[in-house]
């Protein structure tokens, strides 16, 4: 059984930054895409950020240039680095992790809260 854990949300003010982690029970080389994902009060989950094994990322518009999507192998643990945080980005983040055989995981998700 899969288990993903965040951590790292929480409250800040509008410019500030916030890291976000996200901990696998087991390996996440054996993910094909792992990522982050945002529901907003009220709002559909929405893709956030991507990052395939082969190290391909994919970014939401509305973050591009402010948040990054990393990994660790060693930890088998993905980040995102969310830097000039705005009101918008308030919501709930998940990580997601997709295998190859394409089923998908999910954490159970960290409030982030930014202020104006």
């Known amino acids: 059984q899969v288990q993903l854990v965040e951590s790292g949300g929480g409250l800040v003010q509008a410019g500030g930054s916030l890291r976000l982690s996200c901990a696998a029970s087991?390996?996440?080389?054996?993910?094909?895409?792992m990522g982050w994902y945002c529901q907003a009060p009220g709002k559909q989950r929405e893709r956030v950020a991507t990052l395939t094994n082969a190290g391909i990322t994919n970014y939401a518009d509305s973050v591009k240039g402010r948040f990054t999507i990393s990994r660790d192998n060693t930890k088998n643990t993905v980040y995102l680095q969310m830097n000039s945080l705005k009101p918008e980005d308030t919501g709930v983040y998940f990580c997601s992790a997709v295998s190859y055989s394409l089923s998908t995981y999910w954490g159970q998700g960290t409030q982030v809260t930014v202020s104006s």
């Open positions: 087991g390996s996440i080389l054996s993910f094909e895409t």
